[in-house]
């Protein structure tokens, strides 16, 4: 009797332990971008459809394996093919309930930080091709994207906000270093985040010129970005 019950409770273990590594493992697109069948497809509804992750799986991933999966989003990079980053973070949200479930986690501000301060300790001569610096660079903006969403924004608590700006300030350093990698756009959805976080949290009041480019991610003027810098206190 003692026996069965000790190989019972083995078995609970071990498949505890099966559901804890299948949650916390980023999910894996059955259709990838470089397959005869993705290629096949013949709408956009097709692809977005082949990239949905199913709702029973959703649900049980962590938020660290739900936002690593969707850094390998296939579609990721529709973001820029809109009038603004903004409109891309939103229309994506619309098409993937994986992005939506993700903003809507109550610890996704910590999870976005602690990827964010991981990728920028990346040492860019590791990354041999331009494919391989481009697709770091998209996923390095996608993550100040989404950390500037007020609705990400309203998750951050002081400890986070302070580890945030400081994880900002290596940014800005970063991509000045690496101008190679980095264009001008890119260093503006760094200096974006920097003004909703002092927007959101902080209570930073700043021109309608300013606001316009918080909202949008769209920098018209240098001087949007110079009251942000001059705003943002390293």
């Known amino acids: 009797m003692k026996k069965r019950m000790l190989i019972l409770l083995i078995a609970h273990a071990m498949c505890y332990l099966a559901v804890a590594q299948n949650t916390d493992r980023k999910y894996s697109y059955p259709v990838k971008q470089e397959s005869s069948e ?23 991933l962590t938020t660290a394996a739900l936002l690593e999966s969707c850094l390998d989003y296939p579609l990721l990079a529709e973001i820029w093919a809109y009038n603004s980053p903004q409109k891309g973070i939103e229309a994506m949200r619309e098409n993937f309930k994986g992005l ?32 391989e610096k481009g697709r770091f660079s998209f996923q390095l903006s996608f993550i100040e994207l989404l950390l500037s969403q007020q609705s990400v924004q309203d998750k951050v608590d002081e400890p986070t906000a302070l580890r ?33 976080l002092y927007r959101y949290h902080y209570k930073a009041s700043f021109t309608r010129e300013t606001l316009d480019f918080l909202d949008t991610g769209l920098l018209k003027t240098g001087e949007a970005a110079a009251e942000v810098n001059r705003t943002f206190i390293r």
């Open 100 to 131: 939506q479930n993700l903003i809507e986690r109550k610890d996704v501000a910590d999870k976005l930080l602690t990827v964010y301060r991981k990728l920028l300790t990346t040492e860019l001569r590791s990354l041999n091709s331009l494919v």
């Open 38 to 60: 993705w290629k096949s497809f013949t709408s956009h509804q097709q692809m977005v459809e082949a990239c949905a992750i199913p709702d029973k799986i959703l649900t049980d």
């Open 164 to 196: 945030l700006k400081t994880a900002i300030g290596l940014a800005q350093d970063y991509k000045a270093a690496n101008k190679e990698v980095f264009s001008p756009i890119s260093t503006s959805y760094t200096t974006r985040l920097a003004g909703n």
